[in-house]
C-alpha cells in the first residue's frame, strides 16, 4: 500500500510517500523549491511561518481553565506549539524541574496558591532561562504594578494579537 502526503511550506511544495515493502517502510521525499523570489525563501517567510518553523515548546500557567483552554487551543492550533498547561504556581515549577526546557513561559499574575511574581521569582531562583511573561485581566491591581515595578515583562489578557507574536518571535532567540 502506498500512502503520499503533500505539504506546502515556505513558498515551496514537499511530497513523501511511503510504501511496505518486503516487511520495509521506503519514503520517498520530494521537494519542488520555489526560488522565483528575489531572496531565499528565509526572506520570503511569514510571521507565522517564522514560529511555527521555531518549534516552540511553551509552559501556560493559568487556574482559570476557560482561559487556559483557548489560549492553548489558538497557541496550537495558529501558531503550531507545543504546549504544556499547569493550573497554578506549584504545578508550573514542579513541571519546569522534572521536564525538559521551555522557550516561553506564560504565566497568570493572581493564582491561589503562589501567584505569578512568586513563581517568576522562583523560576528564576532555579536557573530558568527561558523568557518568561505575566498575564492578567486585573490591569489595575496592586500586583500588576508590582510586576511592572520588578521589572517584570507583563501583559494584559485582553491583548492585541500582535503582542502575543511579538513574544512568539523572541522565543527561542
Not at 162 to 169: D, N, S, V
Amino acid at each position: 500500500m502506498k500512502r503520499v502526503i503533500s505539504y506546502k511550506f515556505f513558498h515551496s511544495n514537499l511530497i513523501v510517500t511511503s510504501e511496505l515493502v518486503l516487511s520495509r517502510v521506503l519514503f520517498n521525499i520530494l521537494a519542488n523549491i520555489d526560488n522565483s523570489s528575489n531572496g531565499s525563501n528565509l526572506d520570503s517567510m511569514t510571521t507565522l511561518e517564522t514560529i511555527i518553523i521555531k518549534g516552540l515548546k511553551i509552559l501556560l500557567v493559568d487556574d482559570d481553565i476557560g482561559f487556559r483552554n483557548s489560549m492553548a487551543w489558538k497557541l496550537s492550533r495558529k501558531f503550531k506549539v507545543n504546549i504544556r498547561e499547569a493550573n497554578s504556581g506549584f504545578e508550573a515549577l514542579q513541571i519546569v524541574i522534572n521536564e525538559d526546557h521551555f522557550d516561553v513561559i506564560l504565566l497568570d499574575l493572581i493564582m491561589p496558591d503562589k501567584n505569578g511574581i512568586e513563581t517568576f521569582k522562583e523560576l528564576r531562583l532555579l536557573g530558568i532561562q527561558s523568557q518568561i511573561h505575566i498575564m492578567s485581566a486585573f490591569e489595575t491591581s496592586g500586583e500588576w504594578k508590582t510586576a511592572q515595578a520588578l521589572g517584570i515583562p507583563i501583559i494584559s489578557k485582553n491583548y492585541n494579537e500582535q503582542e502575543l507574536i511579538e513574544i512568539l518571535l523572541k522565543g527561542k532567540n
